[in-house]
């Protein structure tokens, strides 16, 4: 075996690493960062007296060879004629998902730095001229989880939103909504607390602690980290032929323990979305912990937890965790998890998702609590392509009601659906489900279950170009349309003279910062038209 000697000026603490990349990249590289390298075996870890060193050469090599890739990858795929100041890749992930931002996962988010580029007062070589001004109200008739209209609350602008799905309206409210948070911490507490009472001698609860246990040292003895994930990277193991024999080794002790505690492991007939994809005891606590908050008698504080609620069941659902932001089949027992590189369970209690998306929930609140201006922003759910606005908003918003009557609306800033990418209601169907909340599936535009093909792409372009027309009469003289969208069938240029509108100007921008596993960039197009 080969033993490395490090000199001290070798060697960098986890603090030092992060730095140290930061100078050489320019741009911030977090310590957490460095740990994620080290935990994955991009880099090596130096123990010394308790203390973790990574290599300096190493690190060095890591990031001039990962970005040297990357940048070409990048050219290569998506074309030199990109707005790469667009790209926003300099932006921290706490940043692109700072505040409410990150309240509940939803697919197709913008991140806010794009919606605030085009939002706000500055001026650069890319944007001669503001577009909006505080005082403004903004139009997103695709509101999704409400990225427009926080941003436009942040910048001083009024907002309205649209959307087709309950759920999504529920989530783009909360978000932008004043809260009493001080009564909302008590109700928190008080369902925590029953929860708390109500599994305390559960079967489940024991048997799970000792399922952990097991597990680590297990973990230990056949996956030790970064070793382990370090030599798969090295091609010095298959970890999945070697992941599936561990993980068979591990299933006798996994049902030995089932058996002692009198724990529900087998799958049973599944006649809805709760019952496949929860285990029975995680299922059991889901719908306790709903019970609990369908009695409070406070609208408001009954949204906010039903939004905690539903990020705490997304995050129970029994899989893999590589495929929690796509559901392939339901695993029922410990697998090898590829993503952690070791042996991974399914919960079989939601208490510990909940207890955390609550607190998270509730600093998040606070922190948009103390940024926040005092403007209007309301999403209503209808369809786009036919909605009485105002009429809509009459009841929830009569300032912005009366705002869309007069026609008074500066412009549109929205990312509509792309043509067959998203489920729009299915992607939340534990929610739809937990909570009974109406579904509109048939309405939704461009859904993933239409496809790509001819037919679906000119159902699209006549629906997004109605949605457009449709809009126009609650937009003031000279607005601005603002319009995201990844456009490879290139129909936008269609659906703009459809609309009566001219495209004036297309940025086009990477899309580097990815949320879900799949991490392949592609550009999409930020489509500036205005009337004919």
């Not at 000792?210 to 230990?220: D, G, I, P, S």
């Not at 007069?406 to 169907?429: C, D, L, R, W």
Request: aromatic share 12%; net charge positive; glycine share 6%.
């Amino acid at each position: 075996m080969r033993i490395e000697v490090f000199g001290a000026k070798e060697l960098l603490t986890i603090q030092e690493a992060s730095r140290f990349a930061s100078e050489l990249t320019g741009r911030e590289v977090t310590p957490a960062n460095i740990a994620y390298l080290v935990q994955y075996g991009r880099v090596r870890k130096v123990s010394r007296g308790g203390v973790t060193y990574v290599p300096r050469a190493e690190l060095e090599q890591y990031y001039r060879e990962n970005g040297k890739r990357k940048a070409q990858e990048w050219k290569r795929k998506l074309g030199e004629d990109l707005n790469w100041h667009l790209s926003f890749e300099e932006v921290p992930e706490r940043e692109r998902t700072k505040h409410v931002h990150r309240l509940h996962p939803y697919k197709g988010k913008f991140i806010p730095q794009l919606v605030e580029y085009f939002l706000d007062e500055h001026t650069d070589e890319f944007k001669p001229r503001a577009y909006f001004h505080p005082g403004d109200i903004v139009l997103d008739p695709f509101c999704g989880s409400g990225t427009t209209l926080v941003q436009a609350n942040e910048l001083g602008l009024h907002a309205i939103g649209i959307d087709i799905s309950f759920f999504n309206v529920l989530i783009g409210n909360v978000k932008v909504s004043p809260h009493n948070l001080l009564k909302l911490s008590e109700y928190v507490r008080e369902i925590t607390l029953a929860l708390k009472r109500k599994t305390k001698n559960a079967p489940h609860k024991a048997f799970e602690r000792e399922l952990k246990e097991a597990l680590a040292e297990f973990n230990a003895k056949h996956f030790p980290s970064p070793e382990f994930k370090r030599k798969v990277r090295e091609g010095k193991i298959d970890q999945f032929a070697y992941g599936k024999e561990k993980e068979a080794e591990f299933l006798s002790v996994f049902h030995a323990l089932a058996k002692k505690y009198g724990v529900d492991v087998l799958p049973h007939e599944s006649k809805s979305f709760l019952e496949k994809w929860y285990l029975p005891s995680t299922r059991q606590e889901l719908l306790f912990l709903r019970d609990q908050i369908l009695k409070i008698e406070d609208k408001d504080a009954r949204e906010v937890l039903s939004i905690v609620l539903s990020r705490t069941a997304r995050s129970c659902r029994a899989t893999t965790h590589s495929d929690l932001a796509t559901l392939v089949k339901p695993v029922y027992a410990p697998y090898y998890c590829r993503k952690h590189g070791k042996i991974c369970a399914p919960l079989f209690s939601a208490a510990k998702w909940w207890n955390y998306y609550s607190r998270d929930t509730l600093k998040r609140l606070w922190e948009f609590h103390y940024i926040r201006t005092q403007t209007e922003q309301q999403c209503v759910v209808g369809d786009a392509r036919t909605i009485d606005l105002p009429a809509a908003l009459r009841n929830t918003n009569p300032f912005l009601a009366e705002v869309a009557a007069k026609g008074e609306v500066a412009g549109i800033f929205t990312s509509p659906p792309y043509v067959g990418m998203i489920n729009y209601h299915q992607q939340h169907e534990y929610a739809y489900e937990l909570f009974g909340y109406e579904r509109r599936d048939e309405m939704e535009i461009g859904p993933l279950f239409k496809g790509q093909g001819v037919q679906a792409r000119v159902e699209y372009v006549e629906s997004i170009a109605r949605v457009l027309k449709h809009m126009k009469p609650y937009l003031r003289n000279g607005y601005e349309i603002f319009i995201v969208a990844n456009d490879k069938y290139h129909l936008y240029p269609i659906i703009a003279e459809k609309a009566g509108l001219q495209i004036v100007q297309e940025f086009k921008r990477p899309v580097l910062n990815r949320t879900e596993k799949n991490k392949t960039p592609y550009a999409e197009s930020i489509f500036h038209m205005r009337e004919k």
